[in-house]
């Protein structure tokens, strides 16, 4: 059974740092391509960053680029998402995916961990 869990999430000052955790178990980790996504209420799920199942690729949302970093560590079955210079769009709920194919398609996903900027 695909199990992906979040942690990390919380309330940090506008400009503020946090670190996302993804543990995944069901699955070959190291086979698979990642992703983090974040949903805010009554909007549609948007992809943050995707990483590689080797990790020698990434990509990130025209938003997030140069202050979000995605990485993983394949021996522990870790995914991470270090946010820096948070801003108050970055506040909604933030899941955890495993993706799949040539465009990167969710298959999986975690329970989401919120996060907070406030001012």
């Known amino acids: 059974q695909v199990q992906l869990v979040e942690s990390g999430g919380g309330s940090v000052q506008h400009g503020g740092c946090l670190r996302l955790?993804?543990?995944?178990?069901?699955?070959?980790?190291?086979?698979?391509?990642m992703g983090w996504y974040r949903q805010a209420p009554g909007k549609e799920r948007d992809m943050v960053a995707h990483i590689s199942s080797t990790g020698g690729r990434t990509n990130y949302a025209d938003s997030v680029k140069g202050r979000f970093a995605i990485s993983r560590h394949n021996v522990n079955n870790t995914l991470y998402l270090q946010m820096n210079s948070l801003k108050s769009e970055d506040t909604p709920v933030h899941y955890c995916?495993?993706?799949?194919?040539?465009?990167?398609?969710?298959?999986?996903w975690g329970q989401g961990t919120q996060v907070t900027a406030s001012s």
């Open positions: 955790s993804c543990i995944a178990s069901g699955f070959t980790f190291s086979s698979f391509a």
């Open positions: 995916a495993r993706v799949s194919g040539l465009y990167w398609t969710p298959i999986s």
